[in-house]
């Protein structure tokens, strides 16, 4: 009620209409309508530029892409992963090759070349190589074989062609393709703190 002499309350008058509200909509009784998505064809779509539409490729489906940690940690048994960072992707039959969380990692042994997350981000100690990386993972890395991809091996350091598995070094961008040719990226951004 209003008139003279009433005072408002607008706590309880915001509480009331909240109320009145729940009610009319039934207290979630029905979902809300779906919101419209837009297509990408649409004036406001994001654009890729062909350069990294080239660039793109899927992560393969099965074992064969998704190998699991096999292997046993390599080089020296501590505690914690190096400190150093590199950053390396894997190509198979075109596709993403995932390398598994937890290579060179058996418990409390940490060896000298480990993952700790499928990102492709290796942490090592000085020394170590990708050889140690693969053997710790359980996986071939030949001229000729990279896990069960055979064909000849291509390596890429920075996005450049080498001849042999290029050193492990602070946040290098290594590539290693079987199959297609895959664009190499140049670098990768490290999150900070790596």
């Known amino acids: 009620?209003?008139?003279?002499?009433?005072r408002r309350r607008?706590?309880?008058v915001a509480a009331l209409g909240l109320a009145a509200g729940l009610l009319l909509t039934g207290c979630g009784g029905t979902d809300p309508p779906a919101p419209r998505r837009a297509s990408l064809s649409a004036p406001a779509a994001i654009?890729?530029?062909?350069r990294l539409l080239a660039e793109m490729r899927p992560i393969g489906a099965g074992v064969r892409f998704h190998p699991p940690v096999r292997g046993r940690?390599?080089?020296v048994c501590a505690p914690r992963?190096?400190?150093?960072?590199?950053?390396?992707?894997l190509f198979g039959a075109n596709r993403v090759v995932l390398i598994a969380a937890g290579v060179g990692i058996r418990g409390r042994c940490v060896g000298n070349a480990v993952t700790t997350d499928p990102t492709g981000v290796v942490h090592f100690r000085p020394g170590a190589t990708l050889a140690d990386l693969f053997r710790a993972w359980g996986e071939p890395l030949t001229a000729t074989r990279m896990a069960s991809f055979r064909g000849p091996v291509r390596y890429y350091l920075d996005g450049r062609r080498v001849s042999h598995p290029p050193a492990l070094r602070e946040h290098?961008?290594?590539?290693?393709?079987v199959g297609p040719y895959v664009?190499?990226?140049?670098?990768?951004?490290?999150p900070p703190g790596l």
């Open 73 to 75: 940690p390599t080089g």
């Open 47 to 50: 654009h890729i530029p062909a």
């Open 172 to 177: 290098a961008e290594i590539v290693i393709e």
């Open 10 to 12: 607008p706590g309880r």
């Open 81 to 89: 992963p190096g400190r150093e960072e590199a950053h390396l992707e």
């Open 183 to 190: 664009p190499p990226h140049v670098r990768f951004t490290f």
């Open 1 to 6: 009620m209003t008139g003279p002499g009433v």
